[in-house]
């Protein structure tokens, strides 16, 4: 049993110029989950993630942190308890590398060997060797060590939930991709409550467990990414994906998800399969397969560029099932 | 060449006179930087929370600067007596308009996402002064410092009027005996110090920039002083 660590209850943020950023939301957020807020800029998303910091504070409704409304916690030690990334702006350029990082250990007065290990600790798992980097300033990094900078400091009192708005927003897109790929193996270490801020659904969907897609101050839909691509609630969400969101599927699902288990070559070897003369998936270079954790749109490539029907789904030696044209049109949402 | 000759040995045979007015005259700008600095940094950190209560403030620290410096000697003479006394007043006073303003300054350029970071994470209004406005607002107060101490060493020369002493003294004997020699010296020397001191505190300046990571063309001085620290 799963619990949350978040709660959202009838939410609703108006500034006092009357502008309403955010009406009447209401979702929960499941401990060691990331949740992506996604929608086009001014929907409300940046602020949800402050209404939980409490750097804006609720017009009416509720929020709960760990089982407690937010209002009856102390400000300051709630943020402490938060860590919060920002685009890379959010680096103090006049300190070092290491006096960032331990600023919140600092603020909560830890004793200076512990923060020194500490830092140390966190450049290290963020790749950034603490004897280059400690003693350097933001601004002798590139953008990509910068926001890695970003991510050490907020995991530096080992907060249980982490704001990270737009983290990656700034960067050119292969760093950005690379500091996903990074920061989803980080996180399956860490395994912090998180909340992601981002405009680029790409982006939402390779991050999140679930994904809320904003609309005007709205969530139009509280999802995990396959229901959001395979079922979209509405055309606004549909239109929010993108005319490529069948492409998009194919690199979303896995082979695995797909597969037809059933077929007679699984449990066997792919020696067995040659000495057995199967001609599935075989053209003059041998059987082509893909790994149960690739994506369908591996798959795919395989399938058109090896001019054969279907491919071999393979878990080490072993060959657990079975992917075809067919397959991937019956489980992509238009093909139903 | 030989114009300078009675200069050079003006300022050979009274050399330890001027020495001891120099002295004298760094003393008084010492006293009054010193209770000047922590006056004017503090309103100028005060004033940094509201924005009309600041242009006010630095308003009427920029009409203190436009009274004569005799007038207002005047003025404190009834009050506080003869001597330093009403000089140092007159001096913290003048030197209010540029620490006032670059500290206001300083603290109103530090990009809000930085302080809204700061806010974020947990810092206190005063942890928030301490570990992030001041420190990248510190240069710009240290220029402020500076431009102010160049104006007090002209305005503290005149405070020998009132009997405070330093190198004043020089220059009103020189205009009463009419030694043209005495005059130039001094007043030269007076330049001499307001460089000096405008360039060690420049140096101070660019070196506060370096610690914080900021790119800058750098003094020889700062270069040879960085260089060892860093």
């Not at chain 1, 999802?223 to 993108?242: C, M, Q, S």
């Not at chain 2, 101070?204 to 002083?225: D, F, S």
Request: hydrophobic share 45%; net charge negative; glycine share 8%.
């Amino acid at each position: 049993m799963t619990s949350t660590i978040i709660d959202f209850e009838n939410v609703t943020k108006e500034y006092p110029d009357g502008t309403v950023a955010i009406e009447d939301i209401s979702f929960s957020v499941e401990e060691g989950t990331t949740t992506v807020f996604v929608g086009p800029s001014g929907c409300g998303k940046t602020t949800t993630m402050k209404l939980v910091n409490r750097l804006e504070e609720l017009t009416s409704g509720k929020i709960y942190y760990d089982g407690q409304e937010i209002r009856s916690l102390d400000k300051i030690d709630l943020r402490r308890n938060i860590g919060y990334v920002i685009q890379e702006i959010g680096l103090f350029d006049h300190m070092t590398v290491a006096e960032n990082v331990g600023m919140v250990p600092t603020l909560l007065e830890w004793d200076r060997a512990r923060i020194d290990d500490r830092v140390d600790e966190l450049l290290d798992l963020m790749d950034l060797p603490a004897e280059t980097y400690r003693d350097q300033h933001p601004m002798e990094l590139s953008g990509g060590q910068r926001q890695r900078v970003g991510v050490a400091r907020a995991l530096a009192a080992d907060p249980d939930v982490m704001l990270m708005d737009e983290p990656f927003g700034a960067l050119d897109p292969i760093t950005r991709e690379k500091l996903q790929d990074e920061f989803l193996e980080i996180q399956a270490q860490i395994d912090k409550t998180i909340l992601f801020v981002t405009h680029d659904i790409d982006e939402a969907l390779k991050m999140g467990d679930k994904i809320a897609i904003y609309r005007n101050g709205q969530i139009v839909q509280y999802d995990t990414p396959k229901e959001i691509l395979t079922n979209p609630a509405n055309d606004f969400v549909r239109e929010f994906i993108g005319s490529d969101r069948l492409i998009k599927e194919l690199k979303f699902m896995t082979a695995g998800d797909v597969m037809d288990e059933t077929a007679d070559v699984t449990g066997k070897t792919l020696s067995e399969l040659g000495a057995a003369g199967v001609e599935f998936a075989r053209n003059g270079q041998g059987y082509l397969t893909v790994e149960r954790s690739e994506t369908t749109h591996v798959a795919l490539m395989k399938i058109y560029e090896g001019h054969v029907e279907g491919v071999l789904v393979t878990e080490g030696e072993e060959v657990v099932g079975t992917v075809t044209e067919a397959d991937l049109k019956r489980n992509l949402s238009e093909g139903r | 060449m030989q114009l300078s000759v009675p200069y050079v040995s003006f300022f050979v045979e009274r050399f330890d006179e001027i020495l001891a007015l120099t002295v004298e005259h760094v003393e008084i700008i010492a006293v009054a930087m010193g209770l000047a600095i922590p006056i004017g940094v503090t309103v100028g950190v005060l004033i940094s929370f509201n924005e009309r209560v600041a242009s006010t403030v630095i308003w009427l620290t920029g009409i203190m600067m436009t009274i004569p410096s005799i007038a207002l000697f005047g003025l404190l003479i009834p009050v506080l007596g003869i001597g330093s006394p009403p000089v140092i007043f007159a001096l913290v006073m003048y030197s209010q308009l540029p620490i006032v303003r670059n500290t206001y300054t300083g603290i109103s350029q530090v990009a809000d996402a930085q302080t809204e970071v700061g806010e974020g994470m947990g810092m206190t209004r005063k942890q928030r002064l301490r570990y992030v406005q001041l420190p990248i607002a510190l240069p710009v107060i240290m220029a402020g410092l500076r431009n102010a101490v160049i104006i007090i060493v002209g305005v503290a020369a005149i405070g020998a009027f009132i009997g405070a002493g330093g190198l004043g003294d020089l220059i009103f004997k020189g205009i009463r005996l009419q030694n043209m020699n005495m005059i130039v010296v001094t007043t030269v020397v007076l330049s001499l110090l307001a460089l000096t001191l405008d360039y060690g505190l420049g140096v101070v300046e660019q070196l506060l920039r370096l610690h914080n990571g900021e790119e800058i063309e750098r003094a020889k001085l700062t270069h040879a002083i960085w260089s060892v620290i860093a």
